[in-house]
């Protein structure tokens, strides 16, 4: 068979795989077939009624199916923002690649790689998928395997940038000191972008950094641009890009930001969560209630919604409704309880405010047996709120911003702390 370079990517049809960069890209059967069949066109129209038969063998197909893993093969090659580089709409007709296809023979497919060059690759591509495990043990051994692929091919920019990106990882799971983790992402960063300038995941990781270490969030959003020029790591470019304009207090421009968001990525159940956050924070709290129980009422158990609906309910001084949610989120039986350390830290906190504003009873002090690897500061800032004690809560805000804590950069908009005074 022949195989296909377009892009960065190589289709090899005997393997069936699609390779970006060199390392293995993965895909479903469906959508590996209908990149495959639009590949193979070379650029020419496919009509919807010509994909049917290729990818789905003439069985009974609605529009909304095809639209669902046109998005798909968009997202594995990290087409989703318009104008789409790849995989373009040919309206009322079907779709084309948009970019130019080369056939080539197989031998020909991939260049010539030294041995070094190809136990780098395939170090990174396991350190990928330890990254996406998210667990203390997987991060650590993430980082290892991008040490290991960048001691086999030293101008291979992915790999310090990969492991740049998993030290912030460790910093907002609250798994490392943040400062140490935010100081290794910062160093491993800047070697990426001294091999490739345009490395986009060395940009992202250089966005965190100055957002959650420097408090600057102008430069996060010139990293975010140019890493989103690079149509790579989407999802956590427009995170980050949401929370950034948090950050300056540019409330529209963060539910615009939100909302384009959504419109790439509709699948995603993680946007829709930083919309209410954006909502949460310009103190529209009945907006951001209602995003937040729909998206719940389909995904019952994703903590970080669970817990922002607790914040906002808590806001709304719905100490019913708030004590509830953060007694979920406690109860939660997790197959990861280090990655759900935080999320208990904060319900706790929570449960904290909610018994002191509703029974007056001070139990800030037992968050000081959190069992989290790293101080919550902020969490107890949100305990001593309840108590509505500003001086030790603005004390504990900003040990929190020293520490580089992550929603530390958000406080001055976080309606818990409405009420602090603005000399704390």
């Known amino acids: 068979m022949t195989s296909y370079a377009f892009g960065p990517f190589i289709l090899d049809d005997t393997m069936r795989t699609l390779y970006r960069d060199g390392l293995p890209v993965t895909l479903t059967v469906k959508v590996y077939d209908l990149i495959a069949c639009l590949v193979r066109a070379q650029g020419k129209v496919v009509s919807k009624t010509s994909l049917v038969d290729q990818v789905w063998q003439h069985s009974s197909i609605n529009d909304t ?67 996406r495990a998210g667990t203390p043990a997987a991060l650590a051994s993430c980082v ?24 912030i990882f460790q910093a907002l799971y609250g798994y490392e000191p943040a400062q140490d983790a935010y100081a290794a992402a910062r160093a491993l960063a800047h070697r990426a972008l001294k091999i490739d300038t345009g490395a986009p995941l060395a940009h992202t990781a250089l966005a965190a950094v100055h957002l959650f270490a420097d408090r600057d969030a102008q430069r996060a959003l010139e990293h975010l641009s140019r890493a989103a ?42 946007i829709p969560i930083y919309h209410a956050f954006a909502l949460y ?19 019952p158990n994703i903590a970080f919604a669970c817990l922002l609906l607790g914040f906002v309910e808590l806001s709304r001084e719905n100490y019913v409704r708030a004590r509830d949610l953060f007694e979920k989120i406690l109860d939660f039986d997790s197959a990861q309880p280090a990655a759900y350390a935080k999320y208990h830290a904060f319900a706790q906190a929570g449960l904290a405010h909610v018994h002191a504003r509703t029974l007056g009873i001070d139990s ?8 989290t690897p790293v101080p919550m500061h902020y969490a107890r800032a949100i305990a001593l709120a309840g108590m509505s004690d500003w001086a030790a809560a603005a004390a504990e805000i900003r040990s929190s911003i020293a520490a580089a804590e992550p929603w530390a950069v958000f406080a001055r908009t976080d309606p818990v702390f409405r009420s602090l005074p603005e000399a704390a």
């Open 65 to 131: 199916t095809i639209a669902q893993h046109v998005y798909l093969a968009r997202k594995a090659l990290a087409d989703l923002r318009g104008p789409h580089q790849f995989i373009r709409t040919v309206h009322s007709i079907g779709y084309r690649i948009a970019a130019e296809v080369t056939a080539v023979n197989d031998s020909f497919a991939f260049p010539q790689q030294s041995s070094g060059q190809f136990i780098a690759l395939e170090l990174l591509s396991g350190a990928y998928y330890f990254r």
């Open 144 to 167: 290892e395997l991008c040490e290991k692929a960048e001691a086999f091919d030293a101008a291979l920019a992915q790999a310090p940038a990969a492991a740049a990106m998993t030290r």
């Open 229 to 270: 020029n690079q149509r790579a790591g989407i999802r956590e470019v427009c995170i980050l890009q949401v929370s950034s304009l948090i950050a300056q207090g540019r409330m529209e421009a963060a539910k615009h930001a939100a909302q384009e968001a959504a419109r790439w990525m509709p699948e995603s159940s993680i």
């Open 281 to 299: 924070h310009a103190n529209e709290l009945e907006a951001a209630a209602s995003k937040l129980n729909l998206l719940l009422q389909l995904h």
């Open 364 to 371: 800030h002090k037992d968050l000081t047996k959190l069992s």
